[in-house]
């Protein structure tokens, strides 16, 4: 108990030893029992009681600034936050050299945003802690958070005094004076710097991005200059420098100057797709084959110079895919796969791939490949229950999709996706009021999803059900998103299964000129409606073409046998 006692009164003095030979009379000894009493109460939570001790100690001791402190703290932890600043200026009052009540002050003045009040307190403890360089920070913070900017800016003067030049107080410095639209010094703070550190290039680097920031390239370009005097190999400079003299350049001529740099091995291959990144985000925008080709010699290079970088592979597959060229695109996601196989991003593009490439098997061994590598990755069970699906694998499918919907947590998207799946494998199932429900609970997180409207009547028209509303459905789809072959092509089934051949014709005939032609459940069912409308020679041949396409349907072999319709 002693101990306890004696490591209490160092932190907080409880009582003055003013006794000669620093003894301490019965009443004393009482007080510091109710005072650990007190602490002990606090610790447990029992903050009603320690109130009510604290209060007992300063009756007896009115001026004990160990008890006020203690007070205070067990008043911030009740939510009483005005008692607890009363308590906590005591305890200042009657302990002013005593720096941990007065950051607890300031702490409670920051908890009510008296931000100005919380300043004044830390003044003065860094008149106590002179040396503590973190004070100064938490003093000019609250000075700035009370838009006293120049005071801010006087507390970093005297850190500097006491500590020289450094760079985190000159970054804050800077940014202060950005914020006041005072250019000129927040230049000449970046400037300081690089005086007391001209062999850092970072910190030049750091001032021509300033004057790019704020528009004055010509002084930019001044700076990058005098890196590249400097440091003539110094990679950021040579791609900023890159834009030519001073004159606007054209995207595509920007491109072939970065060629050069795109050349250098010992630059690093992060730089150079750093200045890629946004053609390639353009070329996603605008579909821009011009620009994409420009880019793509650019990522070629990357592959020659950085062979064994599965960045270079993954930049030029996504300029391929966004071209339109997605075969190509997968053969560079799978270079990058076997370089680096951790990145989720290239095995979701490569699904996306085969997915939109209608490669179901593929998809189907890929995404379980996807699920083993990332069994946290909800899109890989989307994928490879719809290539479940497609390949009739019903029961797995259903079990991929169940579990892409239980891991899909925020994200809506891929719950409304894996809804209508679910929705589809059902109605395969002939589960139709489970379909029903999934469809539903799709629509009810976008009413408006062209795929989930469409989804939704071609399963309605494949069991000829509610075929009015089907029709209502695939005709919103195909307004939301125009000229899609799927689209286009379940409208055209609709219309097919209310027995209006004629118009079933038109659109499927939309769905082949748009992109439907390969597909065989297009052109299966395109010939099913030439068949009803008494073209059977034409009818067979796209029954053959369908067959020829890889169709997985049953009676398909059977038409073109018997040269006769099964439904």
């Known amino acids: 108990m002693l101990k306890i006692l004696l490591v209490l009164a160092g932190c907080f003095p409880l009582v003055a030893l003013s006794q000669v030979g620093g003894q301490v009379n019965e009443e004393e000894v009482n007080i510091q029992k109710v005072f650990i009493d007190a602490n002990r109460e606090r610790l447990l939570g029992n903050y009603d009681n320690a109130i009510a001790l604290l209060k007992e100690i300063l009756k007896k001791d009115p001026k004990n600034a160990a008890a006020a402190f203690e007070l205070a703290r067990a008043y911030e932890a009740t939510e009483e936050d005005e008692k607890a600043i009363k308590s906590a200026k005591n305890s200042v009052d009657w302990d002013p050299q005593n720096t941990w009540y007065l950051k607890f002050l300031a702490d409670l003045y920051q908890k009510l945003n008296r931000n ?48 020289g030049v450094n760079e985190e107080v000159i970054r804050r410095k800077h940014s202060l004076y950005l914020g006041t639209g005072d250019n000129k010094k927040a230049a000449r703070e970046l400037e300081r ?6 062999n850092d290039m970072e910190y030049r680097h750091l001032l021509a991005g300033f004057y790019q920031q704020i528009g004055e390239e010509d002084k930019a370009r001044e700076v990058y200059q005098e890196i590249l005097q400097l440091d003539p190999d110094n990679a950021k400079a040579q791609l900023a420098m890159a834009g030519g003299s001073g004159q606007p350049k054209g995207e595509l001529q920007f491109l072939e100057s970065l060629k050069p740099v795109f050349r250098q ?7 150079k797709i750093g200045q890629l990144m946004p053609f390639i985000q353009r070329v996603a925008d605008t579909g821009n084959q011009q620009l994409a080709s420009a880019a793509l010699e650019l990522s070629t290079i990357l592959e020659q110079v950085h062979p064994t970088e599965a960045k270079a592979y993954s930049a030029s597959g996504d300029l391929l895919y966004y071209s339109g060229k997605k075969q190509e695109a997968l053969e560079k996601y799978q270079k990058a796969l076997e370089l ?4 989720f991003l290239l095995w979701e593009q490569a699904m996306h791939i085969y997915k939109e490439e209608k490669q179901y098997q593929k998809l189907y061994e890929f995404s379980e490949r996807a699920m083993d590598y990332f069994p946290n990755q909800a899109i890989a069970y989307f994928m490879h229950g719809l290539a479940a699906h497609e390949l009739d694998r019903q029961q797995e499918a259903l079990s991929s999709l169940q579990q ?4 899909a947590g925020n994200n809506g998207f891929l719950k409304m996706q894996a809804q209508s799946g679910l929705g589809l494998v059902y109605n395969s199932l002939k589960q139709y009021d489970k379909s029903n429900q999934s469809f539903e609970a ?18 309605l028209a494949e069991r000829g059900e509610r075929l009015e509303k089907a029709r209502e459905m695939a005709a919103l789809a195909n307004d939301i998103l125009p000229k899609q072959p799927e689209y ?3 409208y055209g089934w609709v219309l097919y299964r209310m027995e209006d051949y004629k118009k079933a014709r038109e659109w499927m005939e939309k769905a082949l000129l748009n992109g439907g032609e390969e597909d065989p459940d297009i052109l299966e069912h395109y010939g099913d409606v030439l068949f009803q409308l008494n073209e059977a020679e034409q009818a067979i041949e796209y029954w ?15 038409k073109i046998a018997d040269k006769k319709l099964y439904e």
């Open 340 to 343: 680096d196989d951790t990145v």
């Open 193 to 198: 710097l690089i005086e007391a550190f001209p």
């Open 488 to 490: 286009l092509f379940a």
């Open 442 to 459: 799709a629509l009810s997180l976008n009413a408006k999803s062209p795929e989930v409207l469409s989804q939704y009547a071609y399963a």
């Open 265 to 271: 091995e010992g630059v690093d291959i992060d730089l």
């Open 544 to 558: 053959k073409k369908a067959l020829r396409q890889g169709s997985s349907s049953e009676l398909l072999e059977k």
């Open 404 to 407: 892409a919907l239980l891991m």
């Open 116 to 163: 100005e009040e919380a300043a004044e307190i830390y003044e003065r403890i860094v008149r106590l802690e002179p040396n503590d360089e973190f004070n100064y920070f938490r003093w000019a913070y609250f000075l700035v958070r009370a838009d006293e900017i120049n005071d801010a800016l006087k507390a970093y003067d005297l850190l500097e005094k006491r500590i």
